[in-house]
């Protein structure tokens, strides 16, 4: 097995928290953004509270879809263990694959 480094060791562990952090951003912008975007289609920004009316489904349209884009970033992020027995087996079925190729021919 290969050693790793204090060098590498540093390396993988800020490209992760540079991944966390990204995830935070984006998650703080969808919050902020859709918030904006709520309160636009209640109409607070139109007229006070007077004119307060129900938002119609168009406008979820922006939050749902985002949100699963954000769902994935986060699941990419943070690797459930779902996603990451899936990668493994995956991984290790690439690895046996490419033995058996290997020793089919030589």
């Not at 290969?2 to 984006?26: D, P």
């Not at 309160?39 to 007229?47: E, K, N, P, T």
């Not at 690439?94 to 058996?100: A, F, N, Q, V």
């Amino acid at each position: 097995m290969k050693n790793i480094s204090e060098e590498e060791k540093l390396e993988k562990a800020k490209k992760r928290l540079e991944q966390i952090k990204g995830f935070y951003v984006h998650a703080t912008a969808y919050a902020l953004v859709n918030l904006f975007l709520l309160l636009s289609a209640i109409g607070l920004f139109s007229g006070g509270f007077v004119n307060l009316h129900m938002p119609g489904w168009a406008h979820f349209t922006t939050p749902f879809f985002w949100g699963i884009g954000l769902l994935f970033h986060g699941l990419n992020t943070f690797k459930t263990g779902v996603i990451k027995k899936w990668e493994d087996r995956k991984i290790k079925e690439y690895l046996e694959k490419e033995e058996r190729d290997f020793k089919k021919f030589n």
